[in-house]
């Protein structure tokens, strides 16, 4: 029979390193928070092999008295929280109080601190938890601390380490989590004597540019929503600079940055209906809240949190950003306008990454052109000129050339007026001249018969005309001339597979885009410029109109400088 007994305090910290110290990117993570809360306003980080030779943080912060040093190496020690009421509103990064506790009992770890008006500073060191007293060093305000040979008492643990690349490659990404979350303060990264990373002191989008790409920063919008207590901000990417995987989503809760799948859904909702397959958006947002708002004692890695109102939050955040993601066309000029070193710019549509392929295609026709009228004001997509192939309309406006996909700018239009109408109650309808007669299976015609309401709610009012036929009598107006047949099989199909409930609810920006591709206008149609022009003004008054339905622009500019270049002007 075994009896219960106190475990030594060194096998607890080494029970809480198991989940505090996952990896040197770990202890990485928890030096830089300390740092942060410390306020420091210039950070070095220098790592070697890896970081499990080698972790060292220096920062200019506020430092540490004498008397500290000692309880910064002992368990649940910590200047954060003093009680139950602090833990609820907790407004540092750090606060448990156990992380340098865990890390010193898995490595050689030392402490080099000044406090602010202290003559010198102090240093105390730990070996595998093992402290010893503290002494007089010399640094300047701000403190040092020293983590060298992880896992070197553990070697069990130490064999989980991977490559040292691999294990660099975590490292840079905690550092690049704590400098996009605080653009404010200087960072360096140093890895094996050799500087990876240095960033000064920077506005939110000039940080976005040096560590999530310059082209990253181009193809995105600004994002600044408040509401109450909620506030929404950052950069988000257009849906057409989209990735195929999500390796530049950043989320940040009252700026610890945080992996919540309550959060991660309403980013991704919000661009739903505009992103193309299974692509991924690119963000760096943060979201601000009382933090009694937030519960962050969730995990000790410290990356889960719990909303105590997650409803109110998931709308704020889908809103926020799905408004964000909406204006017209109309606005387009302000992002051509913009220089892309200002930081963040609204982007509707995006630069042609290749102007030589676009000029071939504006040679391969013939072009009767007509210019603008010299006093005319170019409204943001410009006046229509030709139409290329029966597939795209060239416009001319203030900034350049508009290529414009007309199908695709078309069916968004479509879409918006099918959304609204639906919002309404029901999509307006408009009576057949003649009745589209189908041939459908018997399931089918049953199908129509039990859903006539959610039917007559998107547009369709059906009869059945014989044991395999239904007799379609009117359509959406908007699909006047479309697919008729077409569309009601397709509603029909979606209605047996998911209910007209679910169809109308969940699926329902699905189903409307299914109905606007069959309604827009058709690649070689020949449209009149007066078509042309009505065409891209409603463009400009469309919400999204920047892609279509599946996330696919619906139109590029090409600017003056794009041509000049194209034809080697002042070179």
């Known amino acids: 029979m075994r009896h219960i007994q106190v475990l030594p305090d060194l096998l607890i910290s080494q029970i809480a390193a198991g989940e505090v110290v996952e990896r040197p990117a770990s202890v990485l993570k928890e030096l830089l928070e300390n740092a942060l809360d410390a306020e420091a306003t210039e950070i070095q980080v220098t790592l070697d092999q890896g970081g499990a030779k080698r972790v060292q943080v220096d920062d200019n912060g506020a430092g540490l008295a004498k008397e ?28 448990r109080g156990e992380a340098i506790a865990s890390i010193a009992s898995v490595a050689r770890l030392s402490i080099a601190s000044r406090a602010k008006n202290e003559a010198h500073a ?20 701000g403190t040092t601390v020293l983590v060298e040979d992880l896992y070197f008492n553990t070697p069990a643990r130490k064999k989980f380490l991977r490559t040292e690349q691999t294990e660099f490659g975590h490292c840079e990404e905690t550092f690049r989590r704590a400098a996009l979350a605080r653009p404010d303060v200087a960072f360096t990264l140093k ?22 790409g310059r082209e990253f920063l181009d193809a995105s919008f600004a994002v600044e929503v408040q509401a109450g207590p909620l506030r929404l901000y950052g950069v988000a990417g257009t849906p057409q600079a989209a990735r195929a995987r999500a390796d530049a989503q950043y989320l940040y809760v009252n700026g610890r940055y945080v992996r919540d799948r309550m959060l991660s859904h309403a980013v991704r909702e919000s661009y739903r209906d505009q992103l193309h397959g299974e692509r991924q958006p690119a963000y760096l947002l943060f979201l601000e809240l009382d933090p009694r708002g937030v519960d962050v004692n969730v995990h000790p890695a410290k990356t889960e949190v719990r909303f105590r109102d997650a409803g109110a939050i998931h709308q704020f955040v889908f809103h926020a950003l799905k408004r964000a993601l909406s204006p017209s066309a109309a606005d387009a000029p302000v992002a051509y306008a913009r220089p892309a070193a200002s930081g963040v710019g609204l982007q509707q549509g995006f630069q042609l990454a290749q102007p030589a392929q676009a000029y071939q295609a504006f040679m391969s026709a013939a072009i009767s052109a007509t210019a603008l009228p010299a006093t005319e004001v170019s409204p943001p997509l410009g006046f229509a000129l030709a139409q290329l192939h029966g597939v795209y309309i060239l416009a001319q406006n203030e900034a350049g050339l508009v290529l414009v996909d007309m199908h695709a700018a078309h069916e968004r239009i479509v879409m918006e007026k099918l959304k609204s109408g639906l919002d309404a109650g029901a999509i307006a309808r408009q009576n057949l001249l003649v009745p589209a ?22 547009g369709l009012e059906t009869s059945v005309s014989g044991p395999n036929e239904l007799a379609v009598r009117s359509a959406p107006a908007l699909l006047a001339g479309g697919d008729i047949a077409g569309l009601t ?3 029909l199909k979606d209605i047996r597979e998911y209910g007209a409930s679910e169809v109308l609810a969940a699926r329902q920006n699905e189903l409307l885009a299914t109905m606007a591709c069959h ?17 891209l003004r409603e463009m400009e008054e469309t919400e999204r109109s920047g892609s279509c339905n599946h996330g696919r622009p619906t139109w590029y500019q090409l600017s003056m400088a794009d041509l000049d270049r194209l034809f080697l002007r002042g070179q």
């Open 68 to 95: 500290d040093l000692p309880l910064a190496l002992a368990r649940h020690a910590t200047s954060k929280i003093r009680s139950l009421d602090d833990l609820q509103g907790v407004a540092t990064m750090g606060f």
């Open 122 to 141: 102090w240093t105390i060191g730990s070996e595998g938890g093992n402290g010893n007293s503290a002494k007089p060093a010399a640094r300047a305000t």
């Open 191 to 212: 890895h094996n004597g050799r500087v990876s990373a240095h960033l000064r002191a920077q506005a939110i989008g000039e940080r976005a540019a040096a560590l999530l």
């Open 437 to 458: 007669v189908l041939a459908l299976d018997a399931l089918d015609v049953a199908t129509a018969e039990e859903n006539s309401e959610a039917l007559e709610k998107l």
């Open 489 to 491: 099989r397709n509603v």
């Open 519 to 535: 309604a827009a206008v058709r690649a070689n149609r020949m449209l009149t410029l007066t078509e042309m022009n009505a065409l």
